[in-house]
Every structure is written in structure tokens, then in C-alpha cells.
Nanobody, 127 residues
Framework: VQLQASGGGLVQAGESLRLSCAAS????????MAWFRQAPGKEREFVAGISRSGGSTRYAEGVKGRFTISRDNDKGAAYLMMNSLKPEDTAVYFC?????????????????????WGQGTQVTVSS
């Protein structure tokens, strides 16, 4: 699975960004998807995830109510809508796919549960 993340940029606190992750449709529809982020000097952390069907989502506590993950199986794309951005959201954001997921697989929150990764897109939030 090749993943291509895009949509990052430099914004001010309180503004919004939408990240996109594109993949081949045939593989995408069989994968659970997630977004992780990594700030300088810190470990990669879970941000949001969505099940294969799109019926189940999970969020890190710090982004609940501000970020929304979604997917479009027809387009083979996953999205992360980020509202009310804060300087602490600054990081490189990575999309990830779990191509082994079945329909009942819970949304994973650890990096080891995902077997394919995109290249990352930088999000910088200024105060």
C-alpha cells in the first residue's frame, strides 16, 4: 500500500487545516486508517483512526472535539479535518494503514498495529 499525505502547512492558532491521505482504492477499502504525529524530540503518537467501514473512529484525548477523521472509499482517501489548531499540534503528521484489518477489527492506537506509512506532512501552528 502506497500512501501519499498532503495538506500540511503553516497556520496561526485557532485556524484550520485538512490533511489528505491517498492510496490505491483496491487496497484502501480493505484497510483501517489512522493519523499519527511526531513532534521534534518526541515519539510518534496516535491522533485519530477510522475502521475499514468508517463506522468506528477513535481520537486521542487532546484532539477530541477539534479533529475529525473521515474516509472516502470511492476515492481511496482518508482525511483529517483539524479545527481550532494550537501550537502544541505542531508536528509532522503521518497517515497509516492497517491492511490486515477485517470488518470487526477495533481501531488501533499504536504504531505497531499499522503496516503501511505515508511520508509525512508538516503542520506548524504559530501562536
Amino acid at each position: 500500500v502506497q500512501l501519499q499525505a498532503s495538506g500540511g502547512g503553516l497556520v496561526q492558532a485557532g485556524e484550520s487545516l485538512r490533511l489528505s491521505c491517498a492510496a490505491s482504492r483496491r487496497t484502501f477499502i480493505r484497510s483501517a486508517m489512522a493519523w499519527f504525529r511526531q513532534a521534534p524530540g518526541k515519539e510518534r503518537e496516535f491522533v485519530a483512526g477510522i475502521s475499514r467501514s468508517g463506522g468506528s473512529t477513535r481520537y486521542a484525548e487532546g484532539v477530541k472535539g477539534r479533529f475529525t477523521i473521515s474516509r472516502d472509499n470511492d476515492k481511496g482517501a482518508a482525511y483529517l479535518m483539524m479545527n481550532s489548531l494550537k501550537p502544541e499540534d505542531t508536528a509532522v503528521y503521518f497517515c497509516a494503514a492497517d491492511a490486515t484489518a477485517i470488518l470487526t477489527t477495533p481501531v488501533g492506537v499504536t504504531t505497531r498495529e499499522y503496516d503501511h506509512w505515508g511520508q509525512g506532512t508538516q503542520v506548524t501552528v504559530s501562536s
